[in-house]
């Protein structure tokens, strides 16, 4: 897939989102595509920095003890998220569906994305008017409806 049709449209989309109260876009995948490649493009031709929220929130958490992650985890990623005061794209947020965190991963984001622009690549499906994570019988099944969210496929 050739990211560059989806540089300006994310352009154009942080330059909105900078006006809005919550300014927040949900990114999801629309097929398969080479993700880790057309992020990298998308961030560096706009100027956006990428964190992996798994990789980042994980290695932060490995030294706390298990009975307060829960309580750990929402600063820690607001930490993390505090080191750019620019645009943010979250990626690899499964991390955040983890249930003993105690975390609900899209109100967490709605809240990192009050003071800056967040672009979060959501690591499940669109469907209809509905943000899903992992299926209905998985522990970590997920449904948000997506009214009043931005939402791009790419």
Known sequence: MNPTPHVQRIRTLVSDLEHAHIKLAILVKSGPRDEPRVLSHICSEVCIERINVSLELSRLLA?????????????????????SANALLLYN??????????????????????????????????????????????????????????????
Do not use: C, M
């Open 63 to 83: 030294t706390t003890p298990n009975e307060l992650r829960a309580a750990a985890a929402s600063p820690i990623l607001r930490t993390i998220a505090q080191r």
């Open 93 to 154: 947020l499964e991390v955040l569906f983890d249930r003993t965190l105690l975390i609900d991963p899209l109100e967490l984001i709605k809240r990192l994305a009050h003071s800056r622009v967040v672009l979060a690549v959501w690591p499940g499906r669109l469907r209809g008017d509905h943000l899903t994570y992992a299926n209905v019988h998985h522990p970590e099944h997920r449904d948000y409806s997506s009214k009043g969210i931005v939402v791009l496929e790419i």
